[in-house]
């Protein structure tokens, strides 16, 4: 049975977005480049009793990322979801980083989720439809996190192009803005943020939203 995919299935919130599908009884394909990926599946199997394949690839490489997702094709099908997770996180100021390591944040916050939707959304449409969700956040550009602001920007303009070229064809695009620093046990649990990528994928089309923001009381 189709289900999820997911890249940059990490322990905090990629892990409760797996978790929140697997409980609605949908196989979920995790992919990330770091080893620990198999910790993330194996805690989300214990914690729903549901099918989690994980995958190592590092979403920046897209002869490895896609080889990836057509992994998860074989194992489960064309996807019904697509979420792309995977970030770097950092903090740098306007001329810290050198044109590389700009390039290199961009590669993996914007460029990634490009290489996975445009490979997946395809196959959706051919299949009917599907719904492709990308992590966003930084609303307000800040200094301190330079880097990561010009990512979330793009990532909101990817969502507007990936929706007028995919969008009529029955794929749902969407992103969920994190507008918090995600803390567990708090409004910004990341339990709490992942009920917004499984309503977006809910939504009938007739009411598609492309954006929602959580907001907490613990600033980003």
């Not at 990308?134 to 990936?162: D, Q």
């Not at 089309?205 to 009381?217: F, G, L």
Request: glycine content about 10%; charged content about 15%; some cysteine.
């Amino acid at each position: 049975m189709p289900g999820l995919v997911i890249v940059g299935a990490g322990a905090g919130l990629g892990a409760a977005v797996a978790a929140r599908f697997a409980r609605e009884g949908l196989p979920v394909a995790a992919i990330a480049r770091s080893r620990a990926v198999h910790e993330v599946a194996a805690a989300v199997r214990t914690r729903t009793s549901g099918q989690v394949l994980a995958l190592r690839a590092d979403s920046a490489d897209r002869t490895a990322l896609h080889a990836a997702l057509d992994a998860a094709v074989d194992a489960h099908g064309v996807p019904d979801v697509l979420v792309y997770n995977a970030a770097i996180i950092q903090p740098d100021r306007p001329g810290e980083l050198s044109t590389q390591q700009h390039l290199d944040a961009w590669s993996v916050n914007v460029l990634g989720a490009m290489d996975a939707a445009t490979h997946l959304a395809p196959q959706m449409t051919r299949n009917g439809g599907g719904t492709v969700i990308i992590t966003g956040g930084m609303p307000r550009p800040l200094s301190r996190s330079t880097s990561l602001s010009l990512g979330k920007a793009g990532v909101r303009a990817l969502t507007r192009i990936l929706d007028q070229e995919y969008g009529p064809f029955g794929v749902h695009v969407a992103t969920v803005t994190v507008d918090c620093a995600i803390v567990p046990g708090t409004d910004a649990d990341p339990e709490l943020i992942a009920e917004h990528y499984w309503a977006l994928h809910r939504q009938p089309r007739a009411q598609w939203q492309h954006e929602i923001v959580h907001a907490a009381s613990a600033p980003a």
